[in-house]
């Protein structure tokens, strides 16, 4: 067992290594903080596009022959950000596809979460944008013909 002289020798010498690296100290706890947050804030994103993508799921499916950007069915959204996410549809007639933009907050940016928030919130949206097939208009018209004896 130690005896208090160790114990006291290595407090203070623990004492003076804080006290020479203290910035150091500070730049390392914000660089974990920050990427603590990039990476619970990314994968906070991801889970509520999802779950957007798995409420509405059935809409898309009742309305639409072919979801998702690829041919697995468990991966029908596509990440293009860490806070954007786009989900096609194809597969009706007259509509070439739709396409689902989701973005969420910018939860993976400690600044912007905490200091730009405070001044001006911003909420996860979601953008529908259904592109339709234009049909050549076909026109006819009926009439009836004079006689020509005059």
């Known amino acids: 067992m130690p005896s208090g002289s160790a114990v006291f020798d ?35 994103n ?5 779950t957007w993508v798995e409420q509405n799921k059935e ?11 690829t041919s697995d069915p468990n991966d029908l959204i596509e990440r293009e950000k860490t806070n954007l ?15 689902v933009t989701i973005e969420t907050k910018r939860r993976h940016d400690l600044v912007t979460m905490f200091l ?10 979601v953008t529908i944008e259904v592109i339709y097939i234009v049909l050549k208009t076909i026109m006819w018209a009926i009439w009836m013909v004079r006689s020509l004896s005059m």
């Open 10 to 44: 290595f407090l203070e010498e623990m004492q003076e290594l804080i006290d020479d690296y203290y910035l150091e100290l500070i730049f390392a706890f914000i660089v974990i903080l920050y990427g603590g947050n990039y990476i619970i804030g990314r994968s906070t």
């Open 59 to 69: 809409v898309f499916q009742q309305n639409f022959k072919v979801l998702g950007m």
């Open 46 to 50: 991801m889970v509520v596009a999802k």
């Open 116 to 125: 730009w928030n405070l001044f001006s919130p911003e909420k996860d949206k």
């Open 85 to 99: 996410f786009r989900f096609n549809a194809s597969g009706r007639p007259n509509c070439h596809f739709a396409n």
